[in-house]
């Protein structure tokens, strides 16, 4: 294993966050903090407590995968995608690098942002409402694995898009959605019979339960079954990965 060469892309990429840091770090948690301030008046006005908790805390764990997986996917694809717009790729393929080690460098400078970013809003979110974690472990363990599998998920737009509007088309119209539709801002048995069956068809509805449930011991679905979603995620996309390279799809042309 080259890890030399695994921290040189690590570094790499962790300097360009330091150097753009208001971009990539401080905006961010000041659009979450953002949601919660508007979300947490305006609705926690009606709707004071779910299942015991406070609606500010209730909304606290959607709000921090809302902006982990956005963060995870914009970064490793914005990552990937400038060495094939500028015609770097090619020095990086020829470089004494195997395709393992090209993913652990962009794919961990990935998640370490979005984890980063994650932590910062949960220590803001202390600012403005009293939380609890009552699996602090597994807290962590949920957060992480959605950073590393979106992480992953966005190196894999990275090599599809072929613009700058497709790099931005599936975060954009398709994870945004599926995380406010996912229970991010409410409990699935607010809602109606027929629509709590639609709901688990959502993807990050299994995400966001296994996470509320390490803070508040609340789960819209079991919680081992949200950490069979997450980790079966992780593979599809190792999957997809090593296909990836293994063909040199988009990569090579």
């Given at each position: 294993?080259?890890?030399?060469?695994?921290?040189?892309?690590?570094?790499?990429?962790?300097?360009?966050?330091?150097?753009?840091?208001?971009?990539?770090?401080?905006?961010?948690?000041?659009?979450?903090?953002l949601y919660f301030v508007v979300f947490g008046t305006a609705i926690g006005g009606r709707i004071t407590e779910v299942e015991?908790?406070?609606?500010?805390?209730?909304?606290?764990?959607?709000?921090?995968?809302?902006?982990?997986?956005?963060?995870?996917?914009?970064?490793?694809?914005?990552?990937?995608?400038?060495?094939?717009?500028?015609?770097?790729i090619y020095e990086l393929l020829s470089a004494p690098l195997s395709y393992v080690e090209i993913v652990i460098g962009y794919?961990?400078?990935?998640?370490?942002?979005?984890?980063?970013?994650?932590?910062?809003?949960?220590?803001?979110?202390?600012?403005?409402?009293?939380?609890?974690?009552?699996?602090?472990?597994?807290?962590?363990?949920?957060?992480?694995?959605?950073?590393?599998?979106?992480?992953?998920?966005?190196?894999?737009?990275?090599?599809?898009?072929?613009?700058?509007?497709?790099?931005?088309?599936?975060?954009?119209?398709?994870?945004?959605?599926?995380?406010?539709?996912?229970?991010?801002?409410?409990?699935?048995?607010?809602?109606?019979?027929?629509?709590?069956?639609?709901?688990?068809?959502?993807?990050?509805?299994?995400?966001?339960?296994?996470?509320?449930?390490?803070?508040?011991?609340?789960?819209?679905?079991?919680?081992?079954?949200?950490?069979?979603?997450?980790?079966?995620?992780?593979?599809?996309?190792?999957?997809?990965?090593?296909?990836?390279?293994?063909?040199?799809?988009?990569?090579?042309?």
């Amino acid at each position: 294993m080259n890890w030399f060469g695994i921290l040189t892309i690590y570094r790499f990429e962790m300097a360009r966050t330091w150097r753009t840091i208001w971009q990539s770090i401080v905006s961010p948690v000041i659009s979450t903090s953002l949601y919660f301030v508007v979300f947490g008046t305006a609705i926690g006005g009606r709707i004071t407590e779910v299942e015991s908790v406070s609606y500010g805390a209730f909304i606290v764990p959607g709000l921090i995968m809302l902006s982990a997986t956005m963060q995870s996917v914009s970064n490793a694809s914005l990552a990937i995608y400038l060495p094939k717009f500028i015609g770097t790729i090619y020095e990086l393929l020829s470089a004494p690098l195997s395709y393992v080690e090209i993913v652990i460098g962009y794919v961990g400078a990935a998640a370490t942002k979005s984890l980063i970013i994650g932590l910062i809003i949960l220590a803001t979110a202390f600012l403005f409402v009293p939380l609890q974690i009552l699996h602090p472990f597994w807290m962590l363990a949920f957060l992480l694995l959605t950073c590393l599998s979106f992480s992953l998920f966005g190196f894999i737009i990275g090599i599809w898009a072929k613009d700058f509007e497709e790099l931005q088309l599936i975060p954009l119209l398709v994870i945004t959605p599926l995380v406010f539709l996912g229970g991010a801002f409410f409990s699935v048995s607010m809602l109606p019979p027929a629509w709590q069956t639609v709901a688990l068809f959502n993807p990050m509805i299994y995400l966001v339960s296994g996470f509320r449930w390490a803070f508040f011991g609340l789960a819209d679905v079991s919680p081992g079954i949200s950490l069979t979603a997450i980790l079966g995620f992780t593979g599809l996309c190792m999957g997809v990965v090593w296909w990836i390279f293994r063909t040199g799809w988009r990569l090579k042309t």
